[in-house]
């Protein structure tokens, strides 16, 4: 073939070959958003959120002196400003490719946590711990399986800035970016009373759509105002069960949250804490976010390894988490290792493993030694029917919390 027809071919070639993956350009396909906007600071959450006791032996639950309040007194939430965080939490633009969002990672149908043992970065490679469920982080003090973080605030830019999950780490190209994308003007004016966009109000706004996903109609919160007339025999089984001195899931698990950290959250919009190794992995966050570490709680080794690869938060101590809607957020545990709820149970029945900092929960009584709890097939059963019981289906299926794209 004559070589002047071969060098325009050759350069056409090498055109396409240096052609950006169009995966990663960026789009303009906009959310679709409801005329009226939705509701969201119009919730009032039954009165065990403020208070519950079990009586630990009998599994016999307690609210009395207590009244509903309503979500608004727990945050400052506004529809608007969780308009613009629902947008923010499913918008793929938050990531350096536009391939993931914080919804790629949490999923609604999966409680706001992730099928997967390991969620899918920006760039294909796996983060190193599951992903968290979500719902009722209003109710959190502390976040992370390391229990890191004291505040959702915090959190938020987190695995926006992450080098493996989003990829975004100069934050002031993230504001540009937004501010290139054309609904987000009218969404931050709608939210904030003008249209400046800034890394502090992405964090705001995504917060306060996290905190409003709140968790309190499933089968169990019915059970607490009727006395559990309407669990089955398995289930109520499986309640006191849990609450049992026998197993002492409750203790871990404990309040109307089924969490480490009980009551109300104390929520301070602005208020923002970062540890230093936070910072200095991230340096711009420290422009962006200057503050101190606070101290954070509710962690417990449980027994998972004699020797731990990962530490969790020092000496095999991960977070304990909520059980809420605990039957469709598996896998379990930091790294995904149980697959059921059957699994879970298995462990903490028979395969606690010895460990100098094994919580002394899981130990037999008098005795150094990892406990056994010897469970019938029929009593975890029970336990599985019980965490059923925890499940919220209408915050799976609220369109208000689903993906607007």
């Known amino acids: ?75 400052d939430i506004t529809n608007e400003k ?13 990531s350096l490719t536009n391939r993931v969002s914080c919804g790629s990672c949490h999923d609604q149908k999966a ?7 390991f969620s899918d970065g920006f760039n294909g ?6 992903s968290m469920a979500l719902a009722n ?35 002031d190209k993230l504001n540009l970016k937004l501010e290139n994308t054309s609904y987000y003007g009218e969404l931050f004016e709608n939210a904030f009373g003008d249209d400046q966009i800034s890394s502090v109000r992405i964090s705001e706004a995504i917060a306060t759509f996290v905190n409003s996903m709140v968790s309190k109609d499933s089968k169990f919160d019915e059970g607490v105002a009727t006395n ?24 871990c698990h404990s309040g109307a949250n089924f969490i480490a950290n009980t009551g109300f959250a104390e929520i301070a919009v602005g208020l923002i804490h970062f540890s230093e190794e936070d910072m200095n992995a991230h340096p711009s966050l420290r422009d962006v976010f200057p503050g101190e570490y606070n101290q954070t709680v509710g962690t417990a080794n449980i027994g998972l390894d004699k ?35 059957e699994d879970v149970i298995d462990h903490y029945d028979q395969n606690i493993q010895p460990h100098t900092h094994l919580d002394d929960k899981f130990l037999s009584a008098g005795s150094a030694n990892p ?17 059923n019981t925890l499940t919220d289906d209408s915050l799976l299926t609220d369109d208000k919390f689903s993906n607007p794209f």
């Open 1 to 75: 073939m004559n070589s002047k027809l071969l060098f325009p071919i050759f350069c056409m070639l090498l055109l396409f070959a240096c052609e950006p993956d169009s995966s990663i350009l960026e789009t303009e396909e906009k959310p679709t958003l409801p005329s009226t906007v939705a509701q969201y600071d119009q919730v009032m959450m039954p009165a065990h959120f403020s208070f519950m006791s079990v009586n630990g032996s009998t599994g016999e639950v307690s609210t009395e002196g207590t009244s509903p309040i309503p979500l608004n007194a727990l945050d």
């Open 82 to 94: 969780a308009t613009l965080g629902r947008v923010l939490f499913y918008d793929k633009k938050l």
């Open 111 to 117: 409680g706001f946590a992730d099928s997967k043992a």
């Open 125 to 130: 490679q796996k983060t190193k711990r599951n």
């Open 137 to 171: 982080s209003v109710y959190n003090n502390s976040f992370f399986w390391d229990s890191r973080t004291p505040d959702l605030n915090t959190l938020i830019l987190q695995p926006v800035v992450d080098h493996i999950e989003m990829g975004m780490e100069e934050l």
């Open 228 to 251: 559990f007339e309407n669990f089955s025999a398995i289930e109520l089984a499986g309640k006191d069960l849990f609450f049992s001195a026998r197993t002492k899931c409750g203790t």
């Open 307 to 341: 020797q731990y690869a990962d530490q969790g938060r020092n000496d095999g101590k991960f977070k304990i988490p909520s059980l809420r809607n605990i039957a469709v957020t598996g896998p379990y545990m930091h790294d995904g290792r149980f697959a059921t709820l």
């Open 371 to 387: 406990q056994s709890l010897n469970l019938n097939e029929n009593e975890k059963q029970a336990l599985v029917a019980f965490l």
